[in-house]
């Protein structure tokens, strides 16, 4: 059984609730548009495993050392973590082929800073894109989400309101 932290579209903010929402977490995702590295520094501090991907604003340091996708297991749920994805109905084009390739039951994205969590029948995977969790762009609400990954199942899901989005 594992604990998750998943996240996107900091653009370099931090907020020390990520490391209290997150404590007790064996991993954390993040769904790009990092922003610096430092970011993802103190997310290592909070949980042992740390992955992340680039997002569209991410350059420099961060867009050499984090990929646009990566693909892994977690217990016994394939996983596939990018940050431009669209989602059930709309995904950006390639997705649906990715998914079905790597069998992935779970696909994790940000870039919209819109909070989804949708169920594709169509291609048997579940959808998350956390939102985003820094100051940036048009979301009113900054969010988070956690979920435990036991074995096959994927459970527990929680959607963390940070509080409503301001300059």
Request: hydrophobic share 35%; net charge negative.
């Given at each position: 059984m594992k604990k998750i932290g998943i996240l996107s579209d900091t653009h370099s903010a931090w907020d020390e609730r990520?490391?209290?929402?997150?404590?007790?977490?064996?991993?954390?995702?993040h769904a790009g548009d990092i922003g610096c590295v430092d970011v993802i520094r103190r997310l290592e501090e909070v949980a042992p495993v740390v992955r992340?991907?680039?997002?569209?604003?991410?350059s420099g340091e961060v867009a050499r050392y984090f990929p646009e996708a990566l693909?892994?297991?977690?217990?016994?749920?394939?996983?596939f973590l990018t940050h431009i994805g669209g989602y059930p109905g709309r995904y950006r084009s390639g997705i649906p082929r990715h998914i079905v390739d790597s069998g992935a039951r779970l696909f994790v994205c940000?870039?919209?800073?819109?909070?989804?969590?949708?169920?594709?029948?169509?291609y048997g995977v579940l959808h998350i894109n956390p939102g985003a969790a820094g100051h940036a762009g048009w979301q009113k609400e900054r969010t988070l989400v956690t979920l435990v990954?036991?074995?096959?199942?994927?459970?527990?899901l929680e959607v963390i309101q940070l509080g409503k989005f301001k300059i």
């Open positions: 990520f490391a209290c929402h997150f404590k007790g977490c064996d991993e954390i995702w992340a991907v680039r997002g569209n604003i991410d693909e892994f297991q977690v217990e016994g749920v394939k996983v940000g870039h919209s800073h819109i909070l989804k969590v949708m169920y594709d029948k169509e990954i036991d074995g096959e199942n994927m459970r527990d």
